[in-house]
């Protein structure tokens, strides 16, 4: 998860425009086989029972949820929706990929042993080879932040300056993870915009029935209203679950991180020791 560059075509951006074009065709393909033909239907019911005038001339559940998401607005709505929640399953999906590496011992070290500076470089260069030979350990976290506080401690001789590595890489990692969730923002602020365009949109052509309404048929007035209260209450539910989604997300993607730095510490930084030497240039551990 180090987010390296490579090009346009990384797995994150892969995965955004696949997403977005599976939400398209699979929402297109129900709304045309499924949502309009059964809407229609109902309005057709409706008007043919007020035309009766039959009592109690609603509709069933069914029927009026069907006329709730039947414009294009709200399609739109739900294809957003969709689309975020590929995304944001995908980034479920690498974190939990990086957090079974924490059942990886990496550091092989023996109970009581100590890890001194100048043992570190062949630790690194180990850990290194290890990384290499395992395409799934590759670009992980990590193992960057082993390797990173392996070399710190060789190169300056600190145990401080080794978890200082650490520190480092899981911050920059923890802000990587979170700008990868700015597409889903602008999902979750683009949902309830598309509702406010469709209310717009009902409210402007249902004036333009008004004189219709005045001479007593209401019925374009109400189907244009009916647009504008319907987008926008599909787009504040979806808003508000592709929200909570996005914050579980982000508490597992920061959960990650601090369990990655307790994983260093526990099994590197506390094993690191640097020699004390007495006058006569012994080293003392």
């Not at 929640?85 to 011992?105: G, Q």
């Not at 060789?154 to 300056?161: G, I, K, L, N, Y």
């Not at 999902?187 to 309404?213: H, K, N, S």
Request: net charge neutral.
């Amino acid at each position: 998860m180090t987010f390296r560059n490579k090009g346009f075509f990384t797995a994150p951006m892969l995965v955004s425009l696949i997403g977005l074009v599976l939400a398209v065709i699979v929402v297109e393909s129900v709304f045309a086989t499924v949502v309009r033909p059964k809407a229609a239907d109902t309005i057709i019911r409706q008007r043919v029972m007020a035309a009766q005038g039959a009592a109690g001339a609603a509709t069933s559940q069914e029927g009026s949820f069907y006329i709730i998401i039947k414009d294009p607005e709200q399609e739109v709505e739900i294809i957003f929706a969709i689309w975020g929640m590929i995304v944001l399953v995908h980034k479920l999906i690498e974190v939990r990929r990086e957090r079974a590496l924490f059942n990886h011992d990496f550091i092989l070290a023996q109970p009581g042993e100590r890890i001194i500076p100048e043992d570190a470089f062949d630790r690194y260069k180990e850990l290194k080879i290890s990384v290499e030979a395992h395409p799934r350990w590759r670009d992980r976290l990590l193992p960057e932040c082993l390797l990173a506080a392996l070399h710190r401690f060789q190169a300056t001789h600190s145990v401080q300056d080794a978890a200082t590595a650490v520190k480092e890489r899981a911050e920059l990692a923890a802000d990587r993870l979170d700008s990868s969730l700015s597409l889903v923002r602008y999902i979750v602020w683009a949902i309830p915009a598309i509702g406010f365009i469709g209310t717009v949109r009902g409210i402007g052509q249902a004036l333009a029935y008004a004189e219709d309404a005045i001479k007593g048929d209401i019925s374009a007035v109400t189907s244009w209203l009916g647009l504008a209260f319907n987008s926008t209450l599909v787009a504040l539910l979806l808003s508000m679950v592709l929200m909570y989604v996005m914050h579980l997300v982000q508490s597992r993607q920061e959960a990650f991180v601090i369990e990655t730095q307790a994983y260093c510490r526990d099994r590197l930084i506390d094993v690191m020791k640097v020699p004390v030497k007495d006058n006569a240039g012994n080293g003392l551990v």
